[in-house]
């Protein structure tokens, strides 16, 4: 069989996984609150089935089996994310040795594997005691979080040589402060901008404290869920809608993380409003002199913008939606098992203007996957058949490939998930792995995308 789309040389092929969505052991070997674990004990009616994160899919005691079969599916890379609850129960002070030994075991597995192991730092799970005292509103969890980054590099990095600092920061941003989706269920923009602003220079913080240690070879980047947003024609209207969305959702945290400072038209706007976070002496240059070594893209759906149908409502709190309003494009293909919209050249896109407009940054696609519910009756003689993911998958990898023959420096391709995983709020609706995973016995099953997975890396095509 010829390979039609081969990649480059040492092209990362994986998947991704965080430490809250899959660890499970919540109250095990020394681990501190998160606000997961403190919102689902509190509100458990919140989340899909009243099922929450004390177990989800236990990796915490099937990890030496879990990364056997990443190796038998052809993995040579794989992120993960270490709880800061569980290495620094309360958020400071003394170290968990439990969680050393586990996240040392953890990365130790990967290598004796040949997988090399991505560790990113933080991915939505604030430990309960840093949330009480105010977040990421507080400069002082930002100092602290450094410091559990600095125990980190530490500890790990002289075998970790892919660090992140944070998956997705738009997110605790949109759903803790904006739209009711995350603890601490804030609905108040100026302070979700705060939170957003004091992420950046928590990022560019701990990457000043990374180079400090002096590794080598070793890179820090950051993990954004890039979304283009598509305009719904070419008229002036639906184009400032798009422009102000993509400078909301991508550009706030794409432009300081890459290029080291903020787009004039976003303060302009914030400004405008009254919106504006507090900053301190010296911010500008740290952002400026702390860019990231690395970016990881996450994808998984278009944004498609129009000009707004009313105006909004002037006693209504400031949302970025006061600017455009969601389109839903006539005709367009759908993943019609979770409602999301399947635009497989947005990953083009994205890599494209990387290129043109982020200095062409090495990058690669650190998650896209397809969520399905009840995926159950795809099983076919004991597997999951999930042709419908493999269909996915190459749509996008074709888009990626196109990039790369078009000069695009993408490096690599993680699919969401590794297993089925618990997903915040939605818990275990919505089923995104190469394996299955039984919630009663925590049984693990190849789904036939496991097995396309194989082929693809090992060949390093199709």
């Not at 965080?18 to 997961?36: C, R």
């Not at 997110?171 to 804030?186: A, R, W």
């Not at 695009?408 to 969401?416: D, Q, V």
Request: glycine share 8%; net charge negative; aromatic share 16%.
């Amino acid at each position: 069989m010829s390979i039609e789309y081969k990649f480059p040389e040492g092209f990362w092929w994986g998947s991704a996984v965080s430490a809250t969505q899959i660890e499970g052991a919540a109250a095990e070997g020394g681990k501190g609150l998160n606000i997961w674990d403190y919102w689902y004990a509190i509100e458990p009616n919140r989340f899909f089935e009243g099922v929450g994160p004390e177990t989800t899919s236990d990796f915490y005691h099937s990890y030496q089996d879990d990364i056997k079969r990443m190796k038998d599916i052809g993995h040579n890379s794989f992120r993960l994310s270490i709880s800061w609850s569980r290495l620094l129960p309360g958020g400071r002070g003394e170290i968990n040795q439990e969680a050393v030994k586990f996240y040392n075991d953890v990365i130790n597995e990967l290598i004796a594997h040949d997988i090399e192991p991505f560790v990113n730092l933080f991915h939505f799970d604030m430990p309960l005691e840093m949330q009480e005292i105010g977040g990421w509103e507080n400069r002082q969890v930002v100092d602290l979080f450094v410091d559990y980054a600095n125990v980190c590099f530490d500890l790990f990095g002289d075998r970790v040589h892919k660090w992140f600092t944070f998956n997705e920061p738009i997110v605790p941003v949109e759903g803790g402060y904006l739209y009711d989706f995350h603890y601490p269920n804030v609905v108040d923009a100026k302070r979700a901008i705060q939170v957003g602003y004091n992420t950046m220079i928590a990022s560019a913080k701990a990457i000043e404290k990374f180079r400090s240690h002096h590794f080598g070879e070793s890179q820090i980047g950051i993990i954004l869920n890039l979304t283009p947003s598509y305009p719904r024609s070419q008229n002036p209207a639906d184009l400032k809608a798009s422009e102000i969305a993509d400078l909301f959702f991508n550009r706030s945290f794409l432009d300081p993380s890459v290029l080291g400072s903020y787009p004039h038209k976003l303060i302009q706007l914030l400004e405008e409003h009254g919106q504006l976070p507090e900053t301190e002496e010296g911010d500008t240059e740290l952002m400026a002199a702390n860019t990231v070594d690395l970016l990881g893209v996450n994808y998984y759906q278009p944004r498609r913008v129009k000009a707004k149908d009313h105006l909004p409502n002037p006693y209504s709190p400031f949302m970025p939606d006061w600017f455009f309003d969601n389109y839903e494009m006539p005709g367009r293909k759908m993943n019609k098992y979770r409602g999301w919209e399947i635009y497989e050249k947005g990953i083009y896109d994205i890599m494209i203007n990387l290129k043109e407009n982020y200095g062409n940054i090495g990058s690669f696609i650190s998650e896209n996957g397809m969520g399905v519910q009840d995926e159950e009756r795809f099983m076919k003689e004991g597997r999951i058949e999930d042709d419908y993911r493999i269909n996915f998958i190459t749509g996008h990898l074709k888009w990626l490939h196109q990039a790369i023959e078009e000069g695009c420096n993408a490096k690599g391709y993680h699919l969401w998930s590794f297993m089925d995983n618990w997903s915040w709020m939605n818990a275990y609706k919505n089923r995104y792995g190469f394996f299955s995973v039984d919630l009663e016995t925590k049984e693990r099953k190849p789904k036939k995308s496991a097995y396309f997975m194989k082929n693809v890396a090992e060949q390093n095509g199709f």
